[in-house]
């Protein structure tokens, strides 16, 4: 079964709201993988993290990584029509890369 | 230019067909994957292979089988098709397993029917 836990599964949101999505592992991750995937489009990788308590942003995009390295999360400031799309996490457990079930992303103009 | 190639992009057979996805990579990576996408349940992995001839079962490897000859190539097989097997397909690589990203093909939809 599913071992890394996303939610929410499906958000909508005006142009310009904030956007978050929460990623859990039952289990310590070494390093937590962040990707976007566009409708009709492949995974694409956005970041990766390492450390315990670390945070990375990238523009609007801030992703974290919790103190125990069992939670991440994605927060997008002041969303654009641009940023729709599905966004998965995903961590390694042994040698496979484990994601979520994603969190589809829709956002009204 | 860097890429994962898969082929073909759409593909509609009937149940007890066999049938071959191919998967190439440029990017001399060693670690390749293949994962099959449905609502609600994200990317769950078929098959990976760490190197040359050494593969292994993710997590859904039931119907599939893979192989790994050589670097660049991880066909996945289907030698009997099942409706449940309708899907979209991705082939991904990476340079390591665990702490480097990693690039996926463009994705290949397969209907059985």
């Known amino acids: 079964g599913q071992q890394v836990m996303q939610i929410p599964q499906y958000q909508h949101v005006q142009e310009g709201e904030d956007f978050t999505t929460y990623c859990n592992s039952s289990t310590t991750l070494s390093n937590i993988q962040w990707y976007k995937q566009r409708p009709g489009g492949h995974p694409v990788f956005l970041i990766q993290l390492v450390k315990s308590g670390e945070v990375k942003k990238q523009k609007r995009l801030t992703f974290q990584f919790g103190e125990a390295k069992k939670n991440s999360s994605l927060h997008i400031t002041a969303t654009q029509t641009t940023d729709v799309g599905t966004y998965f996490c995903?961590?390694?457990?042994?040698?496979?890369?484990?994601f979520g079930a994603g969190t589809i992303l829709r956002v009204k103009s | 230019e860097a890429q994962v190639t898969q082929n073909p992009r759409y593909l509609i057979t009937v149940t007890g067909k066999k049938l071959t996805v191919t998967c190439s990579q440029n990017m001399n990576h060693e670690y390749m994957s293949w994962y099959r996408q449905d609502p609600g349940l994200g990317l769950r992995q078929i098959y990976y292979s760490m190197n040359v001839e050494v593969t292994d079962k993710g997590d859904v490897p039931e119907g599939y089988k893979v192989s790994r000859k050589e670097k660049r190539n991880f066909p996945l097989i289907l030698e009997s098709p099942s409706p449940n097997q309708t899907s979209l397909y991705f082939c991904?690589?990476?340079?390591?397993?665990?702490?480097?990203?990693?690039?996926f093909g463009n994705g290949t939809r397969l209907t059985v029917t």
């Open positions: 991904a690589s990476s340079f390591d397993r665990v702490y480097s990203p990693l690039h």
């Open positions: 995903a961590g390694p457990k042994g040698n496979k890369l484990v």
